[in-house]
T-cell receptor, first 114, second 109 residues
Framework: NAGVTQTPKFQVLKTGQSMTLQCAQD?????MYWYRQDPGMGLRLIYY???????DKGEVPNGYNVSRLNKREFSLRLESAAPSQTSVYFC?????????????FGPGTRLTVT | TQLLEQSPQFLSIQEGENLTVYCNSS?????LQWYRQEPGEGPVLLVT?????EVKKLKRLTFQFGDARKDSSLHITAAQPGDTGLYLC?????????FGTGTRLLVSP
């Protein structure tokens, strides 16, 4: 099992450009999440999908959109990138049938917006 | 809004020393998870504690859930350079987790 995979690993964008971060999991998990991690800020939830066909905003959703393409895949789109979106982005999944939403993370995408 | 406070924010120690990091909340939570994140990688779950007063051990790591279910601690005995990383606690939220700001640990040989 590959677990949670993310592409790309690194990306540099110019202000105003768009891009989509891809995430896939092979653990048959119902729930998937997108976080951003900035120095001193811990992990902040951008969007999550509790089950296929549903998405909900997290703590910092502005400037992002998501698509739960199927049970395996959850993508994050930046429509018009801004320097404030420079960050490390993590995708995670969890088995919603479990009691504690223990999460499995991907390796991250390091995004720089200039 | 960060609902979980972790302390200290940064800890630099020598190999062989003991240390404790803390995770505190103003509200009660039903369960708490601890994760470790190594440089350049995603966080990895270490343990979940669910009962007030619960103590779990993972080799040299001891996790405790406060009796009042508003705090937790992680104690590392005889730290090794391989323990270096960012330690994150996370409390349960409806269908999701809320993470603390983390404690960054550096263990030097």
């Amino acid at each position: 099992n590959a677990g949670v995979t993310q592409t790309p690993k690194f990306q540099v964008l110019k202000t105003g450009q768009s891009m989509t971060l891809q995430c896939a999991q092979d653990m048959n998990h119902n729930s998937m999440y997108w976080y951003r991690q900035d120095p001193g800020m811990g992990l902040r939830l951008i969007y999550y999908s509790a089950s296929e066909g549903t998405t909900d905003k997290g703590e910092v959703p502005n400037g992002y959109n998501v698509s739960r393409l199927n049970k395996r895949e959850f993508s994050l789109r930046l429509e018009s990138a801004a320097p404030s979106q420079t960050s490390v982005y993590f995708c995670a999944s969890s088995d919603a049938s479990g009691a504690y939403y223990e999460q499995y993370f991907g390796p991250g995408t390091r995004l720089t917006v200039t | 809004t960060q609902l979980l406070e972790q302390s200290p924010q940064f800890l630099s120690i020598q190999e062989g020393e003991n240390l404790t990091v803390y995770c505190n909340s103003s509200s009660v939570f039903s369960s708490l998870q601890w994760y470790r994140q190594e440089p350049g990688e995603g966080p990895v779950l270490l343990v979940t504690v669910v009962t007030g007063g619960e103590v779990k051990k993972l080799k040299r790591l001891t996790f405790q859930f406060g009796d009042a279910r508003k705090d937790s601690s992680l104690h590392i005995t005889a730290a090794q350079p391989g323990d270096t990383g960012l330690y994150l606690c996370a409390k349960d939220g409806f269908q999701k987790l809320v993470f603390g700001t983390g404690t960054r640990l550096l263990v030097s040989p």
